[in-house]
Nanobody, 127 residues
Framework: QVQLVESGGGSVQAGGSLRLSCVASGYTGSDYCMGWFRQAPGKEREGVAGIDTRGAPTYYADSVKDRFTISRDNAKNTLDLHMNSLSPEDTAMYYC????????????????????WGQGTQVTVSS
């Protein structure tokens, strides 16, 4: 069974940076698309960044492009999200997610496609 555990959230001032990490177990990483999602209070969960099975290509929501970087290390079963130039609009609970790739591209960041989720880590950005 795939298990995902996030860490690295916290509070930061606008303009600051944070790195989120996710440790995965119970799967063969190179078979799975991975992604980061977030959910702000009163809003739907949205896909932030995705990454293909071997680390490339990567995919980003327009709202985080050029500020966030997703990466993975299949040897260590880890997934990271480096977040720069944070703004209060980035405040949310952030979730690590995984899905078996199969024949489908990893480019689609749809919550419904991902079957495995972590418990989430809170990111709060103050102005």
């Amino acid at each position: 069974q795939v298990q995902l555990v996030e860490s690295g959230g916290g509070s930061v001032q606008a303009g600051g940076s944070l790195r989120l990490s996710c440790v995965a177990s119970g799967y063969t990483g190179s078979d799975y698309c991975m992604g980061w999602f977030r959910q702000a209070p009163g809003k739907e969960r949205e896909g932030v960044a995705g990454i293909d099975t071997r680390g490339a290509p990567t995919y980003y929501a327009d709202s985080v492009k050029d500020r966030f970087t997703i990466s993975r290390d299949n040897a260590k079963n880890t997934l990271d999200l480096h977040m720069n130039s944070l703004s209060p609009e980035d405040t949310a609970m952030y979730y690590c997610a995984a899905r078996f790739r199969g024949w489908r591209s990893c480019s689609r960041l749809s919550e419904a496609d991902f079957g495995y989720w972590g418990q989430g880590t809170q990111v709060t950005v103050s102005s």
